[in-house]
């Protein structure tokens, strides 16, 4: 049985030198007829036509959202499914084969796809932000699938039934972060289920340094400050100080355990997981929406990978 058209949808923002890298990495993908792949130039310098061939580059320099970008590719296209991947993961050749080697089941609005850490990573010589990301699988799919009431899937790397991706209204275009759990969050409430297809994985990058990590909590935070805000119950606040003492403690009782025990991989852990939790709590204190701006005006900012 032949699998369902898909229209693939990958964002960008990030240096100019990227985009055309991260095109020839999605040309690889093996298409069926009906198939489309489309990168969204989300660069707020984004060229106004868009860029023909395979895959196509369409410009969306108006709001710098992954949910306004992925809204502005999806609508290009028609077929059943929509694939969303970021920029910074890389897919097998097959990956949309894979996604459906079992049909999903009539009332699954989303597929979602493994997620794993890129090669290197499993290095001692690997940056520490690399390591950390890898020893403690912070982009796999159970971080937050395992989350109960309030699960939801990462639309780094999922598949959506575009009928229920156009009945509860896509993605809010607004939101800097969390934009993936609200989406999974209205298509529970609309009666949609989610499915696991960890053998449509794709290879994530993570950022290279601590620095890097720490911005990209902050912005989490700031999502997850949303969300409990929107969804009650969702992602409760810490109190101060007490989140920090609790922070202190642990780490410091992890980290001598790993002195014990020689572990340096425990140690790293021990040191930049207090970090990452109290980051992503003081993110929280951040604004998690974007105005769009008027058309025709161009502003400077600095680009930054997705």
């Known amino acids: 049985m032949p699998r369902p058209a898909v229209d693939v949808v990958v964002p960008y923002l990030g240096p100019p030198a990227g985009l055309a890298e991260l ?15 489309t990168v969204v130039d989300n660069r707020p310098d984004a060229p106004s036509p868009a860029l023909t061939g395979e895959p196509r580059v369409v410009p969306a320099p108006e709001l ?10 999806a609508a290009t296209g028609e077929a059943e499914w929509l694939v969303f991947l970021d920029a910074d993961t890389e897919a097998p050749e097959d990956l949309l084969d894979r996604y459906f080697a079992d049909p999903p089941r009539p009332r699954t609005a989303l597929l979602a796809g493994g997620i794993v850490d890129g090669p290197g990573t499993h290095e001692r010589r690997a940056p520490p932000a ?8 912070s982009m796999g799919q159970d971080t937050t699938l395992g989350l109960g009431r309030w699960a939801f899937a ?9 009928e229920a991706f156009a009945a509860v209204g896509g993605f809010r275009e607004e939101l800097r972060a969390c934009e993936d759990a609200d989406l999974c969050y209205r298509l529970e409430a609309a009666g949609w289920a989610v499915e696991r297809r960890e053998g449509a994985r794709v290879v994530h ?14 912005v989490h935070g700031a999502g997850i400050g949303w969300l409990e805000r929107e969804y009650p119950g969702a992602a409760p606040p810490h109190r101060w100080p007490g989140f920090l003492m609790w922070g202190l403690r642990t780490g410091a009782a992890e980290l001598a355990r790993a002195v014990r025990t020689r572990d340096r991989d425990a140690a790293l852990v021990a040191l930049v997981n207090p970090l990452v939790a109290w980051t992503r709590e003081l993110g929280r204190r951040r604004s998690n929406t974007r105005t769009r701006r008027r058309t025709g005006t161009r502003r400077r900012t600095r680009t930054r990978r997705r």
């Open 23 to 37: 095109a020839g990495r999605v040309a690889r993908l093996r298409l069926a007829p009906g198939d489309t792949v």
């Open 64 to 73: 710098q959202t992954p949910g306004f970008a992925r809204n502005k590719g």
């Open 130 to 137: 690399v390591r950390w990301a890898r020893l403690t699988h």
């Open 154 to 162: 990462q639309t780094a790397n999922c598949a959506v039934r575009r």
């Open 205 to 218: 990058a993570s950022r290279r340094t601590l620095r890097g990590l720490l911005d990209q909590q902050l």
